[in-house]
Structures are given as C-alpha cells and as structure tokens.
C-alpha cells in the first residue's frame, strides 16, 4: 500500500506570488501514476494534473506539475483569487489509489 | 460531454446499509473503471473502490469487509453498498470515472450521507 504526504498543511500566500506543493510517496511509483486536484467548498474535486504533468483539458499554464519516483510537486505561479483551495494528490499506480491529506492555499 | 448524476439515501441509522448509484452520460461506459470516493466533514479524500463493467473490482482494505460494488452495464450505472454503517461513514461520497492505472477526471456531484441515531 502507498501512502502520500503532502507538505505543507497550509500555505498562507497573496493573490500574485507563487506556490510550491509537496507530495511524497512512500514508495516509487512504477510509471507517472500521480494525479493533482483542486477542490474549493461544497464543490467537488477537479482534476488539475494527470501523469505528474501533463494539465488537464481547460487547466491554465500557471500550473505545473514534475517530479519522479517518491516526490512530486505541484507549481502554481501567480496566485489568482479562484485558485485558493485545498489541493490534493493521488496515486493511481496500485490498489488502494490513495490520496494526500490535503494542502490548503489560503490567502494571507 | 461526460456527466454523472448519483443519487441514495441521505440519512440512515447505525448498522443500516449505504446504498449509492451513479448513472454515466455520455462517453463509454465499457473503457474505464468506475471509482467511489468519499470525504468526512471537514476532511480529506478516501478512496473506497473501484469496478470495471465486467464486474471486477478493487477496494479499500479497510472497508473491504463491509463494501461491494456493481455495475448494470445496459444502463451505464454502477453501485455502492456499504454495510453497518456508523458515524464514522457520514461525509460526502463521490462517484467518478476512472480507475485502475487511470485517473478520476469527471465526478459526480457528491452524495452527502449522515449516520445517526
């Protein structure tokens, strides 16, 4: 079973700057199994990033994600106001497909 | 244009049965698996299980002896049952395609269940 850490909990930052999220495996994942959503109150996820880093359909380039093995991370340059929410990764590489805790970007 | 309604009983007592179904529209129904996914109050996301229309499936070890899923591939609908439910499986289930080495991208609307006496 693969369990993810995300860091931090919170980041609390301004409309403008950047982010940087951690996700991290607690084994490698044998190919780019790894899925990043964004989820704001009463809403449900949606999908951001699939395959470490390929956006998915309507995603703007503001989001990045990289990473390989046990460490990936999700970029977001310049915080626009609809972007503060929580954030988690998945693994899809083996059953259970577990997800992180959860980040929350939160504006300072 | 892919959408998933679901739809289930929202209030039950302790040691009742969660019943869940989600109806797909649009895209196919045969080339993914189909997932459940559910959060408590104020948490985060738990990954409960996965089914392919020819019935296989994949769960959450730790609910696995209360959980089973179906599917009735003639209505692109599949099912979630969890069994003796209590407090702790209050929260918001979600059914979304994908699965297996795929990931969830279209999700349902999310089912808010409450266990209580």
């Known amino acids: 079973e693969i369990v993810l850490t995300q860091s931090p909990g919170t980041l609390s930052l301004s409309p403008g700057e950047g982010a940087t999220l951690s996700c991290r495996a607690s084994q490698s994942l044998s190919g780019r199994y790894l899925a990043w959503y964004q989820q704001k109150p009463g809403q449900a996820p949606r999908l951001l990033i699939y395959?470490?880093?390929s956006r998915a359909t309507g995603i703007p380039d503001r989001f990045r994600g990289s990473g390989s093995g046990t460490d990936f991370t999700l970029s977001i340059t310049r915080l626009e106001p609809e972007d503060f929410a929580v954030y988690y990764c998945q693994q899809y590489d083996i059953s259970p497909r577990a997800f992180g805790q959860g980040t929350k970007v939160e504006i300072k | 244009q892919v959408h998933l309604q679901q739809w289930g009983a929202g209030l039950l007592k302790p040691s009742e049965t969660l019943s869940l179904t989600c109806a797909v529209y649009g895209g196919s129904f045969t080339d993914f698996y189909w997932s459940w996914i559910r959060q408590p109050p104020g948490k985060g996301l738990e990954w409960i299980g996965e089914i392919l229309h020819t019935g296989d499936t994949n769960y959450n070890p730790s609910l696995k002896s209360r959980v089973s899923m179906s599917v009735e591939t003639s209505k692109h609908q599949f099912s979630l049952r969890l069994t003796s439910v209590t407090a702790a499986d209050t929260g918001v289930y979600y059914c979304a395609r994908g699965g297996g080495k795929t990931f969830p991208d279209y999700w349902g609307q999310g089912a808010l269940v409450t266990v209580s006496s």
């Open positions: 395959d470490i880093s």
